[in-house]
């Protein structure tokens, strides 16, 4: 039998990293975004253009290197796509318990 551990549904969290709940929710934001770049056929250019963002920022989004992203910057980028941004979090600090992501 394959010894394994449960995650705890944060893999941030299970590797240890810092922030792991500030990252999580970095890399559900980038994957709403790039799902909708997608399903617009839109190229990283013309994504980059439409989002006002540089396309070295545009090409970082899409690779998933979000460390120079600010939550803000993720959640004003999903403004900018239409979407409507909820999230509660805990006593003041950015560990979020919920994100709810809708589109108008």
């Not at 929710?25 to 994504?47: H, P």
């Amino acid at each position: 039998m394959a010894d394994y551990t449960v995650s705890s549904g944060n893999v941030f969290k299970d590797l240890g990293l810092p922030s792991p709940n500030e990252r999580l929710a970095k890399a559900k934001l980038a994957y709403e975004i790039n799902r909708f770049i997608a399903d617009k056929g839109m190229t990283q250019k013309a994504a980059a253009g439409f989002l006002g963002i540089s396309r070295s920022k545009m090409t970082a989004l899409r690779n998933g290197r979000l460390k120079n992203f600010t939550l803000d910057d993720l959640f004003a980028l999903m403004e900018k796509l239409g979407y409507r941004i909820e999230h509660n979090t805990q006593d003041d600090t950015p560990q979020f318990t919920e994100m709810v992501v809708q589109s108008d």
